[in-house]
């Protein structure tokens, strides 16, 4: 079992900077991947980002890619997402996730809470 807790979120104009924490709990942590997925209004949760268990693969859908970075910490059992140069359109709830068996961007079997990211104009 795995519990997430996201941190980080807010409100942050455009162009800015904002940096998600989801601290998880458990000893297998290390062996998760682990991936960001956000759910607009009205819209349906999509994946973001995503990381392996040892940091070495990383996936990005396409709206983020140059502009957000996926990282772990494995001692402090914590991925980052670090978001540079944010759009309206990246308002959100983020929702961070982790995923026991593999690597892959859906199927996810653990979520956190989730928090809210709004980008001003």
């Known amino acids: 079992q795995v519990q997430l807790v996201e941190s980080g979120g807010g409100l942050v104009q455009a162009g800015g900077s904002l940096r998600l924490s989801c601290a998880a709990s458990?000893?297998?942590?290390?062996?998760?991947?682990m991936g960001w997925f956000r759910q607009a209004p009205g819209k349906e949760r999509d994946i973001v980002t995503a990381i392996s268990w040892s940091g070495t693969v990383r996936y990005y859908t396409d709206s983020v890619k140059g502009r957000f970075t996926i990282s772990r910490d494995n001692a402090k059992n914590t991925v980052y997402l670090l978001m540079n140069s944010v759009k309206p359109e990246d308002t959100a709830v983020y929702y961070c996730?982790?995923?026991?068996?593999?690597?892959?961007?859906?199927?996810?079997?653990?979520w956190g809470q989730g928090t809210q990211v709004t980008v001003s104009s």
């Open positions: 458990g000893r297998t942590f290390n062996r998760y991947a």
């Open positions: 996730a982790a995923r026991s068996t593999g690597w892959g961007i859906s199927e996810y079997d653990y």
